[in-house]
């Protein structure tokens, strides 16, 4: 695609690129967007090859850039000295700036660190996630085509498609941030993308108790079972956090093993010095050459792996990920979609059947208790808050019911007079039957770690 291409031409009925102003709940002033393209249109006419360059350079300048905007702005001031008022100046260098080489109107939300996550619900409604909890902006876009030009924009660069025969897509941005579009037919309010943004900085198990997601009991004993090798499934409905505590316990695993991390849009932010990284695909227009997260676990099996990390497990590589942590991969971490730890327990029933074997629940759950040591259930509260509610230990098979036992729970006991949901973590007095793994991996955890100390 070449560089004109990329601003849009401004003879061209289809362009890729189309200059719009953020919107407010007022209607767009049209004397003002006439301005904008108007100063776009000179851009495009009249940068000279230093410019060009400077604007498709891979690695851009962003003061360079905007002062070249800015350039253009005050040579078209010059001409026509009352068309933007002094104060408007920089916005419209800002807005420019973003509608050529940023995503429009929700580049500002990518920039902020604290949006988590932007939905965009069709050209007219944009709601963003701050600390837990959804709200509604004042940002536009101009209309159903400027957000498909936006789209286009996101998919180009990775060679991916969206159209009425392939009408939602899986993606991520350069900055590893996951991205889900969806278009009419299948959306009946227009386009429909959702971000969810990418941590710069991977969050830990400290900043987890200092957001008071878990406390310091729960993550040291954490900690001792992701060096004793213990295979922990960690379960939560969407957006409770299952990933970032992923990412928090798999920074415990000892620099001198290889580990294969395995994902649909990888997320995870593994700082240790082996690891390999394999990311899923899905099909081409031709509907070829998908590969799927069973694939890889299975190939995965073939790369010598100290650890298996699959970032979910949702179909039949459920039964892939079970078979490899029982035949000596320990240590192994995935997440799934639950409700509950014994929910997650049916939901990893329900994917094994889902991998086309004809297997008795019997021998199902057999391998279930066998090979999943721990479940790590986290939730989100009514307040928007992560919690840590359930850390428990899958036992055995009794009869035809595999066996559970709480190890540490969160007792929420109701909400303050700032809606902040008030509880405690608590310890349940039990100890895990795993124990011995912890002294024959030299980890000693002192005995009050399990005492039943309620509110403590």
């Known amino acids: 695609m070449s560089l004109l291409d990329r601003l849009g031409r401004p003879n061209q009925v289809n362009v890729q690129v189309r200059i719009f102003a953020s919107l407010s709940d007022t209607p767009i002033d049209n004397s003002y967007q006439e301005i904008k393209q108007q100063i776009h249109r000179r851009i495009v006419e009249e940068m000279t090859p230093a410019e060009q360059s400077a604007l498709s350079a891979k690695n851009q300048d962003a003061y360079k850039i905007e002062q070249i905007i800015d350039s253009y702005v005050e040579k078209f001031i010059a001409e026509n000295p009352f068309a933007v008022p002094r104060g408007e100046r920089s916005k419209v260098v800002a807005e420019l700036r973003d509608e050529m080489l940023g995503l429009g109107p929700i580049e500002s939300l990518l920039k902020d660190e604290s949006v988590t996550e932007i939905m965009v619900n069709g050209y007219q409604k944009i709601f963003v996630e701050r600390m837990g909890k959804l709200m509604q902006t004042d940002i536009r876009f101009h209309d159903d085509d400027h957000l498909m030009n936006i789209i286009q924009r996101i998919l180009s660069p990775l060679g991916r498609r969206i159209d009425e025969a392939s009408p939602l897509v899986d993606a991520r941005l350069e900055d590893g941030s996951r991205v889900n579009i969806i278009i009419?037919?299948?959306?009946?309010?227009?386009?429909?993308?959702?971000?969810?943004?990418?941590?710069?900085?991977?969050?830990?198990?400290?900043?987890?108790?200092?957001?008071?997601?878990?406390?310091?009991?729960?993550?040291?004993?954490?900690?001792?079972?992701?060096?004793?090798?213990?295979?922990?499934?960690?379960?939560?409905?969407?957006?409770?956090?299952?990933?970032?505590?992923?990412?928090?316990?798999?920074?415990?695993?000892?620099?001198?093993?290889?580990?294969?991390?395995?994902?649909?849009?990888?997320?995870?932010?593994?700082?240790?010095?082996?690891?390999?990284?394999?990311?899923?695909?899905?099909?081409?227009?031709?509907?070829?050459?998908?590969?799927?997260?069973?694939?890889?676990?299975?190939?995965?099996?073939?790369?010598?792996?100290?650890?298996?990390?699959?970032?979910?497990?949702?179909?039949?590589?459920?039964?892939?990920?079970?078979?490899?942590?029982?035949?000596?991969?320990?240590?192994?971490?995935?997440?799934?979609?639950?409700?509950?730890?014994?929910?997650?327990?049916?939901?990893?029933?329900?994917?094994?059947?889902?991998s086309g074997f004809d297997l008795p629940i019997r021998a199902i759950r057999e391998q279930i208790s066998s090979a999943i040591d721990l479940i790590v259930h986290q939730a989100r509260i009514k307040d928007g808050s992560r919690k840590i509610t359930h850390i428990t230990e899958v036992q055995h098979l009794e009869g035809d019911t595999i066996t559970t036992q709480d190890i540490f729970n969160y007792e929420m006991t109701g909400i303050d007079e700032n809606g902040k949901a008030t509880g405690h973590f608590i310890a349940t007095g039990l100890r895990p039957n795993f124990m011995e793994r912890f002294s024959t991996n030299g980890i000693e955890l002192p005995p009050e770690m399990f005492q039943n100390i309620d509110g403590l």
């Open 184 to 354: 009419p037919p299948l959306s009946l309010v227009g386009p429909v993308l959702t971000i969810r943004k990418f941590s710069k900085n991977p969050l830990t198990l400290d900043n987890l108790i200092n957001f008071g997601t878990i406390d310091r009991k729960m993550a040291n004993f954490l900690q001792a079972c992701v060096a004793a090798r213990i295979n922990i499934l960690v379960s939560g409905g969407t957006g409770s956090g299952k990933t970032t505590t992923l990412n928090a316990l798999s920074s415990f695993i000892a620099g001198n093993e290889r580990i294969v991390t395995i994902e649909d849009a990888a997320e995870l932010q593994l700082q240790q010095p082996h690891v390999v990284t394999l990311e899923s695909r899905p099909a081409n227009v031709e509907g070829k050459g998908q590969i799927t997260i069973r694939d890889l676990v299975r190939n995965a099996l073939r790369m010598r792996p100290d650890r298996i990390i699959v970032g979910e497990v949702r179909s039949g590589e459920a039964l892939d990920m079970l078979q490899a942590m029982n035949t000596g991969h320990d240590g192994s971490l995935t997440t799934a979609h639950a409700n509950s730890p014994r929910d997650a327990l049916s939901r990893l029933e329900t994917m094994v059947l889902m």
